[in-house]
């Protein structure tokens, strides 16, 4: 490419100086041999930034530099996994990453530990913001005598927390499989059990029974 563009600016130059019908003395010519260097230079930065962004491709691989952010929080993604054809890169504090090597018509499958996978058309490459969807797990925390709500109550599955409503339901983000779903209630007995995949667990708790008193 940048052969090409050497023997475009030198037939341009050339061109330009049969047409004054002047004959270049050596100064003259030795200024067109550096306005010529000068002029590859800057050609020859431009296509590498651009090819660094993915504007355009030297080699015919693309090229995207991508960003992931929570659906909900709008929050970045750290610690993603974005797999191509060739290789596997993992995203930073700040959701971003850069992956080359990429044909066109690619598919990048992009995953993380509480999240929905998300699978990302290539396309020409550059830039490529993706949203990213929470796993969310609903529940509620009941009293097992009666089943009736408890509200306040902090529920925790890995590092996720959430506080039960007046209702007794709690919401949480980024729910992962094999995480234990803890409830600790004063006056009931500890609930702890291991996070499957389900999209709803209510959660019952028995008051704890001393000398044949409920507590």
């Known amino acids: 490419l ?7 600016l030198s037939s341009y130059l050339s061109s330009y100086a049969s047409q004054r019908n002047t004959q270049m003395d050596p100064e003259d010519e030795e200024q067109q041999h550096r306005l010529m260097l000068v002029l590859l230079a800057v050609v020859a930065i431009v296509l590498l930034v651009a090819a660094g962004y993915g504007y355009i491709r030297i080699t015919g691989d693309r090229v ?25 890169v993992e995203s930073d504090q700040y959701g971003e ?18 999240y929905r996978d998300v699978w990302v058309p290539v396309n020409d490459g550059g830039h490529i913001e993706s949203e990213m969807h929470p796993i969310v797990l609903d529940g509620s ?3 097992a005598n009666g089943n009736t709500p408890l509200a306040g109550i902090e529920v925790t599955l890995g590092q996720e927390t ?14 992962r499989r094999g995480a234990r779903l ?15 995949g389900q999209a709803s667990i209510v959660v019952q708790v028995k008051p704890v029974v001393v000398g044949g008193t409920v507590r």
Do not use: C, M, W
């Open 64 to 88: 995207v530099h991508g960003q992931l952010v929570d659906a909900i929080e709008k929050k970045p993604i750290a610690g993603a996994f974005i797999e191509s054809e060739r290789q596997t």
């Open 2 to 8: 940048l052969s090409a563009s050497n023997h475009r």
């Open 141 to 143: 925390v009941l009293n």
């Open 97 to 114: 990453y850069i992956i080359t090597g990429l044909k066109r018509h690619s598919i990048l499958k992009i995953g993380a530990e509480g």
């Open 162 to 175: 959430a506080t039960t409503g007046p209702d007794g339901k709690y919401r949480l983000l980024r729910a």
């Open 182 to 196: 803890v409830v600790a209630v004063p006056g009931f007995e500890r609930s702890a059990q291991e996070y499957q």
